[in-house]
């Protein structure tokens, strides 16, 4: 691995308006040297019976391994134009997933997999900002993180519609004859519907107020020393809005180390405070 880090502040002491501001910024890029000659690839990130995370020689570690979904199939000559090698074992039917046949065999199998996604961002970054004028106080921290993407698995509870659970309401614009859909298949097509593919792969990316805070410092002599040394009244709040792309409940959830890089498994977002 490597990269750099910096820091920038500046900090404005004079006369009764005081103010500082620090910026930070980083950058990481990892590569895989060798899995010691035994092996050519480690997985890991497993969900519903497939990994989605992947180490190989040569790449980024913990890089998203799926297929590249390539729209819907609307009729059944658009199957059998890319199922040549088998077209009557194929269970796929017009509705369902069209994959890239990146290896062009005729067939959809675990060959046409590839590198589909980064889990590690090109860079991330904080600001804080500070301001005191007499006896009034305000802090603002911006987070953030760019070019990092996210492997969305409540897709596939929401818009899966593999079996008999709730569903979000995009599935009611799923495929049907006459609505052709080219993002949500049909409900109950083929297994490999569900499959790890750019499907579940989104921008991660995002711009979050982290904290912000305004505080008034009573004068002492309002109380007296004897009953209090300093005494602050103040309002705050967290993460109180966040710039993103990203469909998920949110893009800071994905933040685990290892295999589950970047993998968002629908857990419960860093809630909004004030």
């Given at each position: 691995s490597k990269g750099f880090e910096v820091t920038i502040g500046y900090n404005d002491y004079e006369g009764?308006?005081?103010?500082?501001a620090n910026l930070n910024f980083g950058t990481s890029k990892s590569e895989a040297k060798s899995l010691g000659g035994t092996v050519t690839?480690?997985?890991g990130?497993?969900?519903?019976?497939?990994?989605?995370?992947r180490i190989t020689e040569g790449q980024t570690l913990y890089h998203y391994y799926g297929l590249v979904m390539d729209g819907i199939y609307q009729n059944q000559a658009e199957v059998n134009a890319v199922f040549t090698a088998n077209p009557s074992q194929t269970t796929v039917t017009p509705g369902d997933i069209r994959y890239k046949d990146l290896n062009n065999d005729g067939n959809i199998t675990n060959a046409d997999k590839t590198i589909i996604g980064d889990a590690l961002p090109d860079?991330?970054?904080g600001l804080n900002l500070d301001?005191?004028?007499k006896n009034w106080?305000?802090?603002?921290?911006?987070?953030?993180?760019?070019?990092?993407?996210l492997i969305n698995t409540n897709i596939y509870d929401l818009e899966g519609m593999s079996r008999l659970f709730n569903s979000g309401v995009n599935v009611m614009d799923r495929w049907t004859p006459t609505n052709p859909s080219n993002s949500i298949p049909k409900a109950g097509g083929a297994p490999q519907n569900t499959s790890i593919s750019t499907r579940y792969l989104e921008d991660g990316s995002f711009t979050r107020l982290k904290n912000l805070?305004?505080?008034?410092?009573?004068?002492?002599?309002?109380f007296g020393q004897n009953y209090f040394s300093k005494c602050r009244i103040y309002i705050s709040g967290q993460n109180l809005f966040t710039i993103t792309d990203y469909s998920g409940l949110d893009p800071e959830i994905g933040n685990s180390n290892g295999f589950q890089s970047g993998i968002d498994r629908g857990a419960f977002p860093q809630p909004k405070t004030c």
């Open positions: 009764d308006f005081k103010w500082a690839e480690l997985l990130g497993d969900f519903e019976g497939e990994s989605i995370t860079f991330t970054y301001a005191s004028y106080d305000f802090n603002m921290f911006f987070t953030g993180l760019q070019g990092r993407d805070s305004i505080g008034y410092t009573l004068p002492s002599e309002v």
